[in-house]
């Protein structure tokens, strides 16, 4: 299974920007959905966005509505999630993983990487 790879996280203040990169090496996911999950420290997963195929049909989580864009490079094969307006409580590792319109994580089409932490100081 490819193993996905994300990039971009860092450390911020309230208020600030981040955007992280999305990358399948070798895996087009063509079809299917990407999503982004995060998990803050004593946290279960929880989903944030996702996108479809043909990266017309973006899906919010409530918590990040109105301030994360999720968007789709079908030709260069990256998902991208333009996080604004950060608030402390987005701290958590932030993973993409493919995704099915429940906003669940579909097992068997790839495995996880190692996410990208984003820390947000107040």
């Known amino acids: 299974q490819v193993q996905l790879a994300e990039t971009g996280g860092g450390l911020v203040q309230t208020g600030g920007s981040l955007r992280l990169s999305c990358a399948a090496p070798g895996r087009t996911f063509s079809g299917s959905s990407i999503g982004w999950f995060r998990q803050a420290p004593g946290k279960e997963r929880e989903f944030v966005a996702r996108i479809n195929w043909s990266g017309i049909t973006p899906y919010y989580a409530d918590a990040v509505a109105g301030r994360f864009t999720i968007s789709r490079d079908t030709v260069k094969n990256t998902v991208s999630l333009q996080m604004n307006s950060l608030k402390p409580e987005d701290t958590a590792v932030y993973y993409c993983?493919?995704?099915?319109?429940?906003?669940?994580?579909?097992?068997?089409?790839?495995?996880w990487g190692q996410g990208t932490q984003v820390t947000v100081s107040s």
């Open positions: 993983f493919p995704v099915g319109i429940t906003n669940a994580p579909i097992s068997g089409l790839a495995s």
